[in-house]
């Protein structure tokens, strides 16, 4: 084990080692050499020792090998410093633990080192309860959102039950409000639930999914849902050994969801959908445009925000409870990705980005 010492004594012995150095210099790199020049006893006379050691050409000398020596001392006392500074650097990094392959000898590095780790534990430990606190709400509340779904739908089919029945007109009309309302309800908590599952490490719902078979089952789901209620265009081109590592159920959703908003916010005079499949920078990317009103600034800054319903400059529809988007959004980044709003071609356009397996 290293002996260790503080900044300030290093700097000390860094001193004391060019002072030594730099006296050994001079005996055995000046004074040595000199005394070994012969003087000619005719030239005895005329001899001025002023004359040999304290010249112009003797103090260039001496403070060429004083440079030399503290150029190198601070050169090595830096290049300590560097060191440890890089294994403190790579040690704030990261949460984990991580072997350092430089031991460390400074106290002042030591002491940070320390203190780091105690940050890093404790950081640890807040996101762990931060998660499990997140984990256990959205569990009350999907546990919730299912008990609810229950008698909800007992009472939407008894609105339609009676709406048979009923020979009064405003009954009828009564039992329509109450059975809309239902499936409204019943809409909310179901988005409710599919939001709550993106706080679920699912890890056996995830596999590796070759990137051409999951554009075909993505293709297969939408294609049903915006036949005949829109111009569609679906662009992709086939790639070969190109993978993503997903949970497949929760990104069929969130692409379904994406779907579903264009179909609701497209122009109802000439509908026009696109759904475009590319990969850039290694990442695969669903862009789906539709030909509706832009994204205003607002939705632009807070579309991923649960609850966020912001949206003034388009559509809003009454099934709408800002939860879709920050399902989407949390897909998204549950799979190291990212969900990108943008404003294209007098359209709005929304890009699910997927990272692909190395």
């Known amino acids: 084990m290293a002996r260790t010492k503080s900044f300030k004594r290093l700097v000390r012995e860094t001193y004391i080692k060019i002072g030594k150095q730099f006296f050994l210099s001079l005996l055995f790199l000046y004074f040595f050499p000199l005394s070994t020049v012969s003087v000619r006893a005719s030239d005895i006379r005329n001899f001025n020792v002023f004359s040999i050691f304290f010249n112009i050409s003797s103090w260039i000398y001496i403070c060429f090998i004083l440079v030399i020596i503290i150029t190198l001392n601070i050169g090595e006392l830096l290049q300590v410093v560097k060191q440890e500074m890089e294994v403190i650097h790579k040690k704030s990094m990261w949460l984990d633990s991580h072997s350092d ?59 339609e039950f009676l709406q048979l029945t009923s020979r009064n007109e405003q009954e009828k009309q009564c039992l329509a409000d109450i059975e809309q309302a239902s499936q409204q309800l019943n809409s909310y908590f179901s988005q409710l639930i599919d939001y709550s599952k993106t706080f679920y490490d699912e890890r056996k719902e995830w596999q590796v999914y070759p990137v051409n078979d999951l554009v075909d089952l993505v293709q297969q789901e939408i294609v049903p849902i915006i036949r005949g209620k829109a111009s569609f265009d679906f662009d992709f081109q086939p790639v070969q050994d190109r993978f993503v590592r997903i949970n497949t159920k929760l990104v069929v959703r969130a692409l379904m969801n ?29 862009s789906i445009w539709n030909n509706g009103s832009e994204f205003s600034d607002d939705v632009l800054q807070n579309f991923g925000k649960l609850f966020y319903r912001g949206d003034s400059s388009r559509q809003i529809v009454s099934n709408h409870f800002g939860i879709g988007l920050a399902f989407v959004n949390r897909v998204a980044k549950k799979h190291q990705g990212r969900l990108t709003l943008e404003n294209d071609d007098r359209g709005a356009k929304v890009i699910f980005a997927l990272p692909l397996k190395d």
Do not use: C, W
Request: charged share 30%.
């Open 258 to 286: 994406i779907v579903s908003n264009a179909l609701e916010y497209m122009n109802k005079l000439n509908p026009k959908i696109k759904f475009q499949v590319d990969i850039k920078n290694e990442m695969l990317l669903f």
């Open 101 to 159: 392959d430089v031991e460390l000898t400074l106290t002042e590095f030591i002491e940070t080192r320390v203190r780091i780790e105690k940050m890093q534990v404790r950081i640890k430990t807040l996101l762990e309860e931060e998660r499990l606190q997140k984990q256990d709400l959205m569990f009350k509340v999907s546990a919730a959102a299912h008990d609810l779904k229950t008698p909800l739908t007992v009472i939407q089919g008894n609105a």
